[in-house]
């Protein structure tokens, strides 16, 4: 199958439903699928002429005056990855959407210097939460869950939030909304849109969650509730974060009972990469969207350059010349 052909199917899959009009507010993008892959390198051409991006969105601001040295290092190790996978299989092409997510971690706009914050849910939330999911859990009132692809490995179990007493619930996602914007310098947290809350999710023994980043539409600045770890004790602890945070560190927590970690989940690449010793790891995930976010899936597909599918080697730093 040629190239063309096989870049407009995968481009066709990842639509979700029809075309709209018109053009994206910030890159220009069409707001419409290519009619092939040489249509698509066009407009990659005509929007940014150049891989990475010259500019970050909202806002149109320059990339470089926002990357540490070390992020820029570690995109271009995530880029060596992209090129390394394997060319499209019959029912997924992981390589695509691995590029899909590089595009979007280059175009997406810094709202914290290093992407991501470590602290604790108000401890009364907190023991309503964990005392209704101790009581489901006893009864194994859970729903089974599988893994996902290139992403999640290990078996998992779900309890929903819905499940919480409407009042707990409203004040779990007042307090993790209020510490959202607080970090990131948003006066009002009503501004912050919820648009996901999902969980009691429980990883069990042997889990393994590739870093990734989160949907590009709406899952923009994040938070993990860790509800409670069941692990025998002197277990090795199963780490969140990132190897390398916007500020050039690596970024990992010991998230316990009790904790948040705050991310911004659309740029940030985040995961648990070492694997799950122990019987249950139980968390519940928040996605906000801040007001004047507007980057769409269309500007990330335009975003990714025309030689996406090669392997050639990546050019080592001036200090390696």
Not at 36 to 51: I, N, T
Not at 163 to 191: F, K, M, Y
Not at 215 to 236: D, M, N
Request: charged fraction near 25%; proline fraction near 7%.
């Amino acid at each position: 199958m040629a190239v063309d052909v096989v870049a407009l199917l995968l481009l066709a899959a990842c639509a979700g439903g029809a075309d709209a009009v018109g053009v994206t507010a910030s890159t220009g993008s069409p707001r419409e699928y290519p009619s092939s892959e040489s249509d698509r390198a066009a407009w990659f051409r005509k929007l940014h002429g150049q891989w990475p991006p010259l500019r970050t969105y909202p806002g149109g601001l320059l990339r470089e005056e926002s990357e540490s040295p070390g992020w820029r290092r570690h995109m271009e190790d995530f880029e060596a990855e992209a090129r390394s996978l394997a060319p499209a299989s019959d029912e997924h092409d992981w390589r695509w959407e691995r590029w899909l997510e590089l595009a979007q971690m280059r175009l997406a706009k810094n709202y914290s210097a290093k992407g991501w914050m470590h602290t604790r849910l108000d401890s009364r939330v907190h023991a309503g939460v964990l005392g209704a999911w101790q009581e489901a859990s006893s009864k194994s009132d859970l729903e089974d869950e599988g893994e996902v692809g290139f992403y999640i490995s290990g078996d998992r179990e779900f309890w929903s939030i819905n499940n919480l007493e409407p009042g707990l619930h409203e004040r779990l996602i007042a307090d993790v909304q209020s510490r959202l914007a607080a970090w990131v310098g948003i006066p009002d947290p009503t501004d912050l849109q919820l648009n996901a809350a999902y969980g009691l999710r429980s990883y069990l023994n042997g889990s393994v969650l590739k870093p990734h980043v989160d949907l590009v539409t709406t899952h923009v600045l994040s938070a993990i509730y860790c509800v409670e770890v069941r692990q025998p004790e002197g277990s090795e602890p199963w780490l969140v974060g990132t190897e390398v945070d916007f500020s050039g560190q690596p970024a990992w927590v010991d998230l316990r009972d009790g904790e948040l970690f705050l991310y911004e989940s659309a740029k940030l690449p985040h995961g648990r990469p070492t694997t799950f010793v122990g019987t249950r790891y139980t968390a519940i995930f928040m996605h906000f969207e801040p007001p004047d976010w507007n980057l769409e899936n269309y500007d990330r597909v335009y975003a990714v350059p025309p030689d996406y599918d090669s392997r050639r080697p990546r050019s080592p730093p001036a200090a390696e010349l």
